[in-house]
């Protein structure tokens, strides 16, 4: 089955620089999550995205944005990157909304590495 | 959002059926409860979902006592490629994940 494909794998940047890193979801799936694992940590939510439209927002920084474009898939734009932006990023999506419950299937990750 | 609480770590050998429980005191009604497993470097796979009750798939079970304040994931039969972290998490439908700490799970020959 489609998993959630998110590009590049790995990224590697210098201190002040810019990262575009991108998720394109399970085909059918209308809704984006984004999350960051620091070394060590627990996931953390970002922000999401439904319907092309922003549904939440978590401890994303300013210097981050993102977008859901109108074939679904998500870009999340990184500006002026800090060594503290180094981390894993997971894209998750999931299925239309036809009930109460949902389920978030997660990508492969980018690990972005800040020098 | 219900904050969930499991042990850090928990050790085990093959073959042997492994419980981890966690706790979600102030859990709500519309709340449903979670299970993800992350190997590391890797993204979280969803192991299982319930409400109440039990719901049993290929890969585990998942225990619900009628007050909902606890679950309890099984999992049958461990191996080693069963050594992971796994997340208990509580939220309602479509809304985002709140990680908590999750449980380590060694599984030894």
């Known amino acids: 089955a489609a998993g959630v494909i998110q590009s590049p794998r790995h990224l590697i940047k210098e201190k002040r620089e810019t990262a575009t890193l991108k998720c394109y979801p399970i085909?059918?799936?209308?809704?984006v999550y984004w999350y960051q694992q620091g070394p060590g940590q627990d996931p953390q939510f970002l922000i999401s995205f439904y319907e092309k439209m922003q549904s939440d927002k978590g401890s994303i920084p300013d210097r981050f944005s993102a977008q859901q474009f109108s074939d679904y898939h998500s870009e999340l734009n990184m500006s002026s990157l800090e060594l503290g932006d180094s981390a894993l990023y997971f894209c998750a999506s999931s299925p239309p909304r036809t009930g109460g419950r949902d389920t978030q299937y997660f990508g492969p990750g980018t690990r972005l590495t800040v020098l | 959002l219900a904050k969930t609480t499991q042990p850090i770590s928990m050790d085990s050998y093959e073959g042997q059926e492994v419980n981890i429980t966690c706790s979600h005191n102030?859990?709500?009604?519309?709340?449903?409860i979670t299970w993800y497993q992350q190997f590391p470097s890797q993204g979280p796979r969803f192991i299982i979902q319930g409400y109440k009750t039990k719901v049993t798939n290929e890969v585990a079970s998942l225990f619900i006592p009628a007050d909902r304040k606890s679950s309890t994931l099984s999992l049958p039969r461990v191996s080693l490629s069963d050594t992971a972290v796994y997340y208990c998490?509580?939220?309602?439908?479509?809304?985002?994940?709140?990680f908590g700490k999750g449980t380590m799970l060694l599984v030894s020959p």
């Open positions: 085909p059918r799936h209308d809704t």
């Open positions: 998490l509580v939220a309602k439908g479509y809304s985002t994940l709140t």
């Open positions: 102030n859990i709500a009604t519309n709340d449903y």
